[in-house]
């Protein structure tokens, strides 16, 4: 190789010296070493040139070695040696790709803004769709999005001729090498790129969601496509590489997007989120341009008059938007909560970001989101504090409880929700739960009792989404909540819990007078199949027909196109509309037999809609024409049909099969444990029928059981005591512990009773153990046994339990009477005022004002005047209003809290007064029980002593109590809880001056 090197060199040295003789040594730098053995241009003219040639000939032989070992590459070493070296000199700019242009000037603004559409269930069940078609991917659901906050607007970013430039960082010798390297070894590409002319696409502020949403671009799991950037996520994976505005809102993107692929992007979201200043809008508008250079220099570390030399490397940091910081921290979570292995420091800064007391409710808010996603909530710093609202004095900000509650959805939506519950009937769900408490915030049940309606349903549907054991008591609670809309969202959400007593009760909801209370039902009703919809098809509101086309589409099943077939000739054009959409992903031969009924029998738009699904489907729509004649339109689907041979005879099979029952293949096992039971009762013990039925009872399963206790329950005749002592006790350890609550030592009767209890905080005790329980407790005189009992039946209101509570008013110790009195307040049924109405003449003062404030929750007015006698003789019965004149001053306070909850005149004119009192306490109260009377004609009373009030707890009273009285869509607009306690006052008086002018005021009617 030397040799040939000396032949070359030959040729070519002299035609460089010739040049310039110093041209070896100026072209690189040679070592010290190197210099001290060269010499001076002066002492090279005075040597020979057989000297300077062997000079020459020696250094140039060891470069171009050294430059031959390296490259690997010996042929073309020569030829590129003046490219290399002018490679090195001329500093090289990285260019935005001329596909990406438009993208780019795109993104190089800031504009992330919340989406306030956004909730937990939607983004979660999206996640889910993902999964399984990654084509129906969108971007709306996302609590933050990118683009134009003005809907309206459309803003067309110019494309400017000159490629932007992203950075002037110097390329690096082996890096152009490679890509040298990479160019040649794909020639036939590059040509194409080069000749064909690249039209850059123009982007507006509204048009990102339809680039994310277009099927024509390849995906970004192509290798292609992250080489040449057109497919979705290829075109952000390849600007997140530019250290700028764009670079970093296309790494959020993309983590938003695409989180289980953008692991490399966290570095870049840690530097948006924690390292960039925020922008505050009071610089920006000022004096924008000199303000925000300052701040990129002290962001750099850097001031004005100092010296940048030394920071010319590091990159600088604009302030951005708290929006774009807040998605920035949205993406980091969703990375995380994909990744396999979540980086330990990135989430140390996350959570002792939370525990800084300086940041904003909006940055805690979204941190307690974001984290909820891969850390339980129990374990997220200060979540705990924020749901605590023990405390009235101290709550709060109503924006952080529900930043909280949103975590707790969040957590339980990725990691218990089970989409079974919103798809399949609920009954085939598991009856199991895997509630674990130490997840969930210590203060986790006080939600329920939150003044924010919202707070209220978030806590409901949280309940029923992780199986909590007391979900049904929870979401019955919650169905005589003073809001409807927490009303309407119980209902709805009993559809997932999958339990037979969630059904009855649904069933009973949908025929509530509300409209809006029968829509959450056919809700509710949706995961149980189309036979529980059947009864709301000929609902008289289109609000009801339209939910229930919905939930009929969600299921593609014979019964459900039947039951979509009346639908699609419904007087409403949106409720044909939706049985049309709602079949888009229906097999053909279900869809297809509707699509024909909807043009031959839909109006314009649905004949319209069915036509363009129908050609999908099959490729060809015949001679039908939407504008014809309902005649013409019958011959031509029938000629479609034979020319197609499309499924016609659906609708016959189905009409004759009829909606069965999803349960129906259940029945079989229900004749034969009811024929076994038959047995039990109507043989002898020593029978070998009565032996062979024991047998086959004792085998079932425990979901079985409650078909035999069921049985039991409803039996009229006398049931041998084997029953009770010896099948059940196999069956359920239940009946063993009620067997020892009969025994005649009370250790062994308390220890039964603690079991009991300790049984029904998982589930509750069924109707046949509480009506056992009933005899048993009927002779028992010791007070602890009858507290533990009376809590085992606490959570549970049928009519059993309310029938050993009427024992319990009844003993003859006064703190039993007191635990049936709570039992009754806590239900508040009307049919239990009756049985309190005796208590009310009890001896015992505190019996009496434990079932004042029961009836009072009643909601029953028999109890204002009491139980008339016919016969004059006889004194009237015990009544609120005979209380009025008590000794006591408590129980007359109580006797008047409880008829104004009743609407009774002279009770509430009687709380007027004493609103007036001279004393601070009986005023304060007084105001306390006009608020949660609920009785709307204490609204003015109520301004009108805020109007005069100077003391500052009981205006701060006044106001709540307000609240309470006045739905929030009725409430003052310029209304704020951090303006002052008179000026809120004032408020209040303009508003009902307003108000009271308008003779139909629905708000000021009364109950």
Request: some cysteine; overall charge neutral; hydrophobic content about 40%.
């Amino acid at each position: 190789m030397l040799f040939c090197h000396f032949l070359i060199f030959d040729r070519i040295l002299p035609s460089i010296l010739s040049v310039s003789p110093t041209i070896s040594f100026s072209v690189f730098t040679p070592t010290p070493q190197m210099q001290s053995g060269l010499h001076s241009r002066n002492c090279l003219s005075e040597r020979p040139v057989t000297h300077q040639r062997l000079y020459a000939y020696l250094i140039l032989t060891g470069l171009l070695s050294c430059c031959a070992l390296l490259s690997g590459c010996q042929k073309n070493l020569l030829r590129n040696v003046q490219q290399t070296y002018a490679s090195i000199l001329k500093k090289e700019t990285k260019q935005v790709p001329k596909e990406l242009e438009g993208l780019h000037t795109y993104l190089s603004q800031d504009l992330w803004f919340q989406n306030h559409h956004w909730s937990a269930f939607k983004e979660w069940k999206t996640r889910l769709d993902q999964a399984s078609d990654p084509l129906n991917s969108s971007i709306d659901v996302h609590r933050w999005m990118f683009g134009s906050l003005e809907k309206q607007k459309v803003i067309v970013e110019p494309i400017k001729k000159d490629t932007p430039v992203a950075s002037q960082e110097t390329v690096d010798l082996s890096s152009q090498e490679k890509n040298k390297t990479t160019q040649n070894s794909q020639p036939e590409p590059n040509q194409l790129r080069e000749k064909e002319s690249v039209q850059p696409e123009h982007w507006s502020v509204n048009t990102l969601q339809d680039f994310f949403t277009r099927t024509s671009f390849q995906s970004s799991t192509n290798e292609t496509a992250s080489v040449l950037p057109q497919g979705k996520f290829a075109a952000l994976k390849a600007l997140s590489e530019w250290n700028s505005l764009a670079g970093w809102n296309a790494a959020i993107l993309w983590g938003t997007l695409e989180p289980a692929t953008a692991l490399t992007t966290l570095p870049i979201l840690e530097k948006v989120a924690f390292d960039a200043p925020t922008r505050k809008p009071k610089l920006t508008q000022n004096n924008p341009d000199k303000k925000i250079l300052n701040l990129e220099r002290m962001a750099e570390g850097t001031s004005p008059n100092q010296k940048t030399g030394k920071n010319k490397s590091k990159p600088e940091l604009p302030p951005l938007s708290p929006a774009m910081k807040h998605a920035a921290i949205n993406a980091i979570c969703l990375v995380l909560s994909e990744a396999d292995a979540i980086p330990f420091k990135t989430k140390n800064r996350l959570t002792q970001l939370l525990q800084r007391p300086d940041i904003s409710i909006k940055l805690r808010g979204e941190l307690y989101r974001g984290l909820a996603r891969f850390v339980p909530p129990a374990e997220i710093p200060t979540l705990n504090q924020a749901l605590d609202i023990s405390d009235n004095k101290t709550l709060p900000p109503k924006n952080l409880r529900r930043s909280a509650m949103d975590a707790c959805l969040i957590h339980g939506l990725w990691f218990y929700a089970k989409q079974d519950q919103f798809l399949h009937p609920g009954y085939s769900l598991e009856k199991s739960s895997d509630f674990k408490t130490t997840v969930w915030p210590e203060n986790m049940m006080q939600v329920r009792w939150d003044s924010d309606p919202t707070m209220r349903w978030h806590f409901g549907f949280w309940a029923a989404l992780v199986q909590h054991p007391d979900a049904i008591t929870i979401l019955m609670s919650q169905l005589r909540d003073a809001d409807l809309k927490v009303q309407n969202k119980a209902i709805e959400f009993m559809g997932i819990l999958g339990t037979e007593t969630a059904l009855e009760l649904l069933k009973q909801q949908s025929k509530r007078q509300h409209e809006s209370s029968r829509v959450s039902a056919a809700l509710g009703l949706t995961p149980w199949g189309a036979h529980y919809l059947e009864p709301l098809i000929n609902d008289k509101s289109s609000s009801v027909r339209l939910t229930v086309a919905k939930g009929l589409g969600q299921t593609d099943s014979p019964e459900a196109a039947l039951l979509l077939r009346s639908l699609i000739r419904d007087r409403n054009s949106e409720v044909q509309l939706a049985v049309v959409q709602s079949i888009s992903n229906w097999p053909d031969e279900l869809a297809i037999p509707l699509l024909l009924e909807g043009i031959q029998e839909g109006v314009y738009k649905t004949r319209r809609d069915s036509v363009l699904q129908l050609t999908d489907r099959i490729g060809s729509s015949g001679a039908i024409s939407i504008e014809a004649p309902r005649a013409e339109r019958i011959v031509a689907v029938r000629e479609l049909m034979q020319t197609e041979r499309l499924p016609g005879g659906l609708w016959d099979q189905l009409i004759k099969q009829g909606l069965q029952d999803p349960r129906e293949n259940d029945k079989r096992r229900l004749a034969e444990i009811q024929s076994y039971f038959q047995d039990i009762l109507n043989y002898p013990r020593q029978s070998a029928e009565y032996h062979q039925a024991y047998q086959e009872l004792l085998s079932i399963s425990a979901e079985e059981l409650s078909i035999l206790e069921k049985l039991v329950l409803e039996t009229s005749i006398q049931i041998p005591n084997e029953v009770y002592h010896d099948l059940l006790p196999q069956l359920n350890p239940r009946y063993a512990a009620l067997n020892q609550l009969a025994s005649v030592h009370l250790s062994d009767r308390r220890k039964a009773a603690q079991q009991l209890l300790q049984s029904s905080q998982h589930v509750s005790l069924s109707p046949i153990i509480v009506k056992r329980l009933r005899k048993i407790m009927a002779q028992e005189q010791d007070r602890l046994v009858w507290r533990i009992v009376m809590s085992s039946i606490a959570k549970d209101n049928y009519e059993e339990a309310a029938q050993l509570a009427l024992l319990a008013i009844n003993h003859n110790w006064p703190d039993i009477r007191i635990l049936g009195c709570e039992y009754f307040g806590t239900y508040g049924l009307p049919q239990y005022a009756i049985w309190l109405l005796p208590l009310l003449n009890d001896k015992n003062e505190s019996v009496q004002l434990a079932a004042i404030n029961a009836i009072g929750q009643c909601h029953n007015p028999i109890a204002i005047t009491g139980i008339q006698n016919s016969s004059a003789e006889l004194d009237s019965g015990p009544s609120l209003r005979s209380l009025l004149t008590h000794s006591n001053q408590r129980i007359r306070f109580q006797t008047v809290a409880a008829l104004s909850r009743l609407g009774d005149v002279q009770g509430m004119q009687e709380l007027v007064r004493l609103s007036n009192n001279t004393l601070n306490s009986i005023r304060t109260d007084a105001i306390q029980e006009m608020g949660n009377s609920g009785q709307t004609r204490f609204v003015e009373p109520l301004i009108q002593l805020a109007w005069t009030e100077r003391n500052h707890i009981i205006m701060k009273e006044i106001l709540i109590s307000l609240k309470k009285l006045v739905p929030p869509s009725e409430q003052p607009a310029d209304l704020s809880s951090s303006i002052k306690h008179s000026e809120q006052a004032e408020i209040w008086m303009n508003w009902w001056q307003s108000h009271h002018s308008q003779s139909a005021s629905r708000l000021f009617t009364g109950r």
